[in-house]
């Protein structure tokens, strides 16, 4: 009866996370001006550096579009009740199935290769997300540990192929040859001028197709429902027929596959070429990217534009603004995650009791605190 | 009012306030719920005082506020004649209020002593404590018949048992009014006998109960007053004597309702679910049924009484394909249909068969889910909603529309969470969905467990219906008014085997509490002949 009060969608929606991004600014601004900067102007440069210009604004879709695939990775896994803290390995292994293709078909156009590299990333991440939901089908292995773990294999395996398999001798670096530029996922800048010389591409519409397809996907499919219902209750989907084992494994290797296409983003467009480490933490703030949009597409999208905006905005902050280092603008990313992440429900009691009061105040006296029992 | 109680205010009997509890006037909100409402209650000493209403009246927020758990927003609490103020569970055993809960509070390795002294030790040093709960204890069971062996471990001991061991911890705290929430929910009908002896041995002592049920047959064995709760207000309190169940249920529904099933005469036909030598184990591997062998004929009701715990879950289960038998068969309109899978629910819902399963929260439904969601569970992959691939919502709404309609299922939104519908809907819409289906056979568990009595009554009605329709029914419950007012046949269930068979027409209360104790009776259980 106690916590069982609900608030208006909007607030659970677009309230509570709007409060704690501010929440979050608003100790990143104190940490500014301890430094001895003023708060105002660092947010005016990054808003400025993310939306300003084009090639800001291209830097910002470019984020957003790997942040959008790794959130919602996170996000299906999540409607199922399974938390993937994977995505950066499963990213990191879609690269290879992404560079393989690519390599192998060098010279195709890329409205014909593209889809083949998008298969084959989409089945090596998936594969590897895969792994875990098996041994948790099937073995019981918690999802949380497995993947984890198969993170530091991703690393260990892929730092092992890039240098001594897929590194050409004439290369210094660790990294793959490059793709062929016909065949390379195109530039957005080809066609909008605006954005030229940022790596964003079409990867970004990809990704945009991507968040009305989880939508479907989970709320319109009858394979969402059964998810959604696992996800909730597992004995219920016993009870329904439903198979735990089959769905868990399916909802891993669609998760897995949608951090694979990381590597259409990044491998196969902006890098074109599989370089050492390219994920670099991506797949990480996909799931502060999931849990702030409450892996909702619409959430998903949103929280992963402001994540864009972070990323970009603050490389343009520590240019300009010496005396805020990079070091912290990760700290104010940091406090993001933590306020919308971690601490998400923080500020949920005082607004359930603010609108609690305002609600009886229109009857009654408001009640004296309750006990818990 | 702002008096802290202590062990020099407790009242003692010899002080002669004739009323134990009084409570003026008490309000208690839950946000816009407004649970109590102006309860006025006056319990007097040595007395068995019932409070009844359905879920949801308010009687275990009135109990909690006495026990305090809950702080009243308004009103008093006269205890012994003292006003006092009750901030927590210790408060209240300060004053002598005991309170023996539903589920009990019991560490299951401890033995009997240990629990009792759990929280009551007198010094760091066990040794005295112990010696001196062992002298109480020896003295309370003489007096009142309260006898366990105190050396037992919980877990060793039976429910009845373990209960007896929750009213000692209170009495050994010395507790003189005792609050008793549903406390034969759990039990066979001879332990509740047993219990009721107790509880009238403690009255003649002297000491006060206040008995919470929802059952008005034990309101009339054993109070003395009644008080009736209906939506957070005391609607009247009256003598048990000058009352009865119809006035009673009245009282609680707010209109007449008619606690007797009304039926016809079964009309058995063919036989559609025949149990042979089924052997069913646990998660943990432990046989629950051992050979059960049982069968079911076109238009009439099994029931299956026994005491929770003793295999009903895992028949249930077994029969709806959710776990997998380790022998015997299952067959289903002479088809077998053994599940050697927990995944065959689906299989075994198209050959025709419905379950409403014991625990809706945690079975039936996805209480997270809209209504509309729910009315579809375990049927979303029929082309009726949506061929391929793609889920067609709007036909699952429109089949939830229907079931609203048809169930009386309030409030009558199909877009509702349905953790925010009763208990009694929710079970409504578990019930529609599973005999809208047109099942041959269907299977239910604990059809009204936690369901208002207005509920109940169409409830049951409607399980009638279905057997009147021609289908199979097999019930489990533990409630043997309910098997007994339905069933056509019933069966016992112990320890995992059927140890009899009964008519309800002829069968005593007496016989059937017995074979649910497990004593067998001298007729071996006959197996109808399949045809």
Same mark, same amino acid.
């Given at each position: ?48 550096? /993310? ?61 014909? /290769? ?260 | ?6 062990? !020099? ?32 209650? $006056? ?7 019932? =409070? ?12 909690? =506020? ?55 030790? %007198? ?53 003189? =009014? ?139 289960? !077994?029969?709806?394909?959710?776990? $997998? ?55 979303? %992959? ?36 349905? !953790? ?48 009147? !329709? ?62």
């Amino acid at each position: 009866m106690s916590s069982a009060m609900p608030l208006p969608r909007w607030v659970d929606v677009l309230l509570l996370p709007v409060l704690n991004v501010t929440l979050a600014f608003i100790i990143g601004g104190i940490v500014v001006l301890i430094v001895g900067e003023n708060p105002i102007e660092a947010v005016r440069i990054m808003l400025y550096g /993310a939306f300003g210009y084009g090639y800001g604004f291209g830097f910002t879709l470019y984020y957003t579009t790997n942040f959008i695939f790794a959130g919602l990775a996170v996000a299906v896994a999540f409607h199922a009740g399974l938390f993937n803290i994977g995505g950066e390995g499963q990213a990191y292994v879609g690269g290879l199935g992404a560079i393989l293709v690519a390599l192998a078909v060098g010279g195709l156009h890329w409205a014909l /290769a593209m889809p083949l590299i998008m298969i084959s990333a989409a089945l090596f991440a998936g594969f590897w997300a895969f792994i875990p939901g098996y041994l948790q089908a099937k073995r019981g292995s918690h999802v949380v540990i497995t993947t984890i773990m198969m993170n530091f294999i991703a690393t260990s395996m892929m730092s092992y192929i890039i240098s001594r398999i897929l590194k050409p001798a004439n290369v210094n670096s660790d990294e793959s040859a490059r793709i062929d530029e016909v065949t390379r996922v195109p530039f957005l800048s080809e066609w909008i001028p605006l954005l030229r010389n940022t790596p964003v591409n079409i990867s970004f519409v990809l990704a945009l197709l991507a968040l009305v397809g989880v939508y479907l996907l989970i709320w319109h499919t009858k394979f969402g429902y059964a998810l959604r219902t696992m996800g909730h209750n597992g004995t219920a989907a016993r009870y329904a027929g439903m198979s735990n084992a089959k769905l868990i494994m399916l909802a891993m290797a669609i998760s897995g596959a949608l951090a694979g296409m990381v590597a259409i983003n990044d491998t196969a467009g902006a890098h074109g070429r599989l370089i050492l480490g390219y994920v670099a933490g991506t797949g990480f703030v996909g799931i502060a990217v999931a849990f702030m949009g409450k892996a909702h597409p619409i959430g998903v999208g949103l929280s992963a534009l402001l994540f864009g905006v972070l990323y970009q905005g603050g490389q343009e902050l520590a240019f300009t603004m010496p005396a805020i280092t990079r070091e912290m603008i990760v700290t104010i990313q940091a406090l993001v995650i933590l306020f919308t992440g971690a601490m998400s429900n923080m500020l949920r009691r005082p607004v359930e009791l603010a609108f609690l009061t305002a609600r009886t105040r229109q009857k009654e006296p408001v009640p004296t605190e309750r006990k818990e029992a | 009012m702002d008096t802290t109680p202590d062990h !020099a205010q407790r009242p003692s009997s010899a002080a002669g306030a004739s009323l134990a509890i009084e409570l003026k006037k008490i309000n208690k909100s839950f946000g816009s719920v407004h649970a109590n409402r102006d309860i006025d209650l $006056a319990v007097r000493r040595g007395t068995v005082h019932g =409070i009844v209403g359905e879920n949801g009246a308010g009687k275990s927020t009135l109990m909690s =506020i006495l026990y305090g758990f809950y702080h009243a927003d308004s009103g008093e609490i006269v205890v012994g004649g003292k006003p006092v103020t009750i901030h927590n569970s210790s408060d209240a055993l300060a004053l002598g209020i005991g309170m023996v809960h539903q589920h009990f509070m019991l560490v299951d390795n401890f033995t009997v002593l240990e629990n009792v002294i759990l929280g009551a030790e %007198d010094s760091a040093l066990l040794k005295p404590s112990v010696d001196k709960a062992r002298r109480e204890l020896q003295r309370l069971a003489s007096d009142y018949g309260l006898n366990v062996p105190v050396d037992a471990l919980i877990e060793d001991l039976s429910v009845g048992q373990q209960q007896r061991v929750e009213i000692l911890k209170a009495l050994y705290r010395g507790a003189d =009014i005792l609050i008793l929430d549903e406390p034969t929910g759990v039990l066979t009908p001879a332990e509740a006998d047993h219990l009721f002896e107790v509880l009238k041995t403690l009255r003649d002592e002297g000491k006060t109960i206040i008995l919470i049920t929802h059952k008005l047959r034990e309101i009339m064995a054993i109070t003395d007053m009644v008080s009736v709760m209906r939506q957070g207000q005391m609607v009247e309190t009256l003598e048990t004597a000058k009352t009865n169940p119809e006035q009673l249920a009245e009282l609680m529904v707010g209109r007449r309702v008619l606690l007797r099933v009304e039926k016809d005469e079964a009309k058995p036909g063919d036989v559609l679910l025949d149990v042979t030598d089924l052997v069913v184990a646990d998660d943990m591997g432990t046989e629950r049924l051992k050979g059960v062998t049982l069968s079911v004929r076109a238009g009439e009701i099994l029931g299956v009484a026994g005491v929770a715990g003793n295999g009903q879950s895992e028949l249930l289960e !077994a029969l709806a394909g959710m776990r $997998a038998s380790k022998s015997g068969t299952i067959r289903l309109n002479g088809e077998d249909v053994t599940a050697h899978h927990p995944d065959s629910a689906a299989t075994l819902r198209r050959k025709g068969l419905a379950h409403v399963p014991e625990d809706r929260l945690r079975m039936g439904l996805v209480t997270n889910f809209y209504e509309w969601e729910n009315s579809i569970l375990g049927y979303h %992959d029929y082309d009726k909603y949506g061929s391929g691939l793609m889920l067609d919502v709007k036909a699952a709404r429109a089949e939830a529309q229907r079931h609203i309609e048809k169930f009386d299922i309030r409030p009558a939104n199909a877009d509702l969470k349905t !953790a925010n519908f009763s208990g009694g809907n929710q079970q409504k819409i578990v019930l529609a969905r599973e005999m809208e289906r047109d099942p041959d056979v269907l299977i239910v568990g604990q059809p009204t467990r936690g369901v208002d009595i207005g509920a109940i009554e169409f409830i049951h009605n409607q399980i009638i219906k279905m057997r009147d !329709a021609g289908k199979a029914i097999l019930l489990v419950s533990v409630e043997l008014d309910e098997i007994r007012s339905l069933s056509d046949r019933i069966v016992v269930l112990f320890d995992g085997e059927v140890v009899g068979e009964a008519d309800p027409a002829t069968a005593d209360e007496g016989e059937l509490g017995l074979l649910m104790a497990g004593v067998k009776s001298d007729t071996t259980p006959k197996r109808e002949a399949t045809t």
